[in-house]
């Protein structure tokens, strides 16, 4: 039960930036992983970037942030 709580961390946190990392009791860091995924999202909006690389920036920041959640439990 303890790698399925683990996997769900991950998942949330791959969907929401952060909201693993929360649930888990890092709220400073959640919310730190929250801002930057904010950020980057209105840098590639602001500067009108390719839609194939905002997905791709996206995706990977996605997976850092599902790896840090999953490390942490």
Known sequence: MVETDAVINGVLS??????GQAIEG???RGII???VAVIIGVILYYFNVNQLITYAVSGIYGLIAA????RLY
């Open 67 to 70: 790896y840090d959640a999953y």
């Open 26 to 28: 890092y709220k400073k």
């Open 14 to 19: 791959f969907i929401i930036p952060g909201l």
């Open 33 to 35: 992983l929250f801002i």
